[in-house]
């Protein structure tokens, strides 16, 4: 995407239009299993991610992260 694209996506993210979906998402520290999932091909079909720098799932401001860094 280009630099205008991806500012558009990112406004419909913060306006809540749009909710990404992702079938697994890991903590960082599972990245050798996330990865050894995707080389036997036993990840479920979707998208994959891993939490860099975030202490759980559905955080969707700056200050929903602070909050969550504070528990």
């Known amino acids: ?15 809540r239009r749009r909710d990404p979906c992702m079938s697994e998402v890991f903590p960082w520290d599972q990245i050798p299993a996330a990865h050894m999932m995707m080389l036997k091909n036993q990840h479920k079909p979707g998208n994959m991610a891993v939490l860099v720098q975030a202490p759980t799932t559905g955080l969707r401001t700056f200050e929903d992260a602070l909050e969550a860094g504070r528990r």
């Not at 995407?1 to 306006?15: P, T, V």
């Open 1 to 15: 995407a280009n630099l205008k694209q991806a500012a558009s996506a990112n406004r419909l993210m913060l306006e």
